[in-house]
């Protein structure tokens, strides 16, 4: 890859409408609660008012019946991990080694997130519950937050 002039800060500043918003990809508020009063986090998922099918993210229409009105239902905050892979490969904001599983809920809902722990700490079936931590580095270098699984303690 080359460092073109097209690629460079100044000129990815200018914002022309809303098609660039890398830096928020990952963070979802719409995914995702921190109840203020200090309660644990829990990511939402859409129940679909017609047919009852629960989605995470949401989907819409619901691909079961096309319905378009869906209740929000907080999810399990602990799952077992089905899979998991150690990442060693850098990716734009995000520094290697880190850690990606599939976490299987108990609304039988397969969740794509990172691990918080050690690379090649974590095993298929293993529980985990809900957290919420630095998931990649913006443009700025900043942290941004999203959920995380960890070991359940
Ligand atoms: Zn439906």
């Known amino acids: 890859m080359s460092d073109s002039k097209s690629n460079d800060k100044s000129s990815k500043k200018k914002k022309n409408g809303k098609e660039k918003e890398p830096d928020i990809t990952f963070y979802h508020p719409d995914l995702l609660e921190?109840?203020?009063?200090?309660?644990?986090?829990?990511?939402?998922?859409?129940?679909?008012?017609?047919?009852?099918?629960?989605?995470?993210?949401?989907?819409?229409?619901?691909?079961?019946?096309?319905?378009?009105?869906f209740e929000m239902v907080p999810l399990s905050r602990k799952g077992t991990v089905y899979s998991v892979t150690d990442i060693m490969v850098p990716a734009p904001g995000m520094k290697p080694p880190y850690v990606i599983a599939y976490v299987d809920l108990p609304e039988n809902l397969r969740i794509l997130a990172q691990l918080?722990?050690?690379?090649?700490?974590?095993?298929?079936?293993?529980?985990?519950?809900?957290?919420?931590?630095?998931?990649?580095?913006?443009?700025?270098?900043?942290?941004?937050?999203?959920?995380?699984?960890?070991?359940?303690?």
């Open 34 to 69: 921190v109840p203020e009063d200090g309660s644990p986090p829990y990511l939402k998922g859409y129940k679909c008012k017609k047919c009852g099918q629960l989605d995470f993210p949401k989907l819409s229409p619901c691909p079961n019946c096309w319905g378009e009105e």
């Open 116 to 153: 918080e722990g050690e690379v090649g700490s974590f095993k298929c079936n293993e529980e985990v519950e809900l957290t919420v931590g630095p998931i990649r580095l913006n443009d700025d270098g900043l942290p941004i937050m999203s959920y995380k699984f960890k070991k359940a303690s």
